[in-house]
């Protein structure tokens, strides 16, 4: 299984971003997907979930500002990331269970300036 995530970067507050992960080595279209973020100092916490149904699930802290959406035919699960705020910086990581394992991407760097 692997994970490929992209779409970090710098931008100012009330910005916006899309990241990107393409996945392989799974049955993409069953799988429950998500974003998870860690911020310096700080766990690693669930931002958004996708299931195979399509309903998305978020934080509050980001509920109304992040949408989870995904591409079974391309394989990509992405997160569209509005109105950011500095509290929004973090690396951000897909996950996926499968077969009773984590697997991660390898983050991508998302950074908010004031």
């Known amino acids: 299984v692997q994970l490929q995530a992209s779409g970090g970067g710098l931008v100012q507050a009330g910005g916006s971003l899309r990241l990107s992960c393409k996945a392989s080595?799974?049955?993409?279209?069953?799988?429950?997907l998500g974003w998870y973020r860690q911020a310096p100092g700080k766990e690693r916490e669930l931002v958004a979930q996708s299931t195979s149904s399509g309903s998305p699930t978020y934080a509050d802290s980001v509920n109304g500002r992040f949408t989870i959406s995904r591409d079974n035919v391309r394989r990509t699960l992405y997160l569209e990331l509005s109105n950011l705020k500095p509290e929004d910086t973090a690396v951000y990581y897909c996950?996926?269970?499968?077969?009773?394992?984590?697997?991660w991407g390898q983050g991508t760097l998302v950074t908010v300036s004031s």
């Open positions: 996950h996926v269970y499968h077969r009773s394992v984590d697997f």
């Open positions: 080595g799974i049955n993409f279209g069953i799988n429950t």
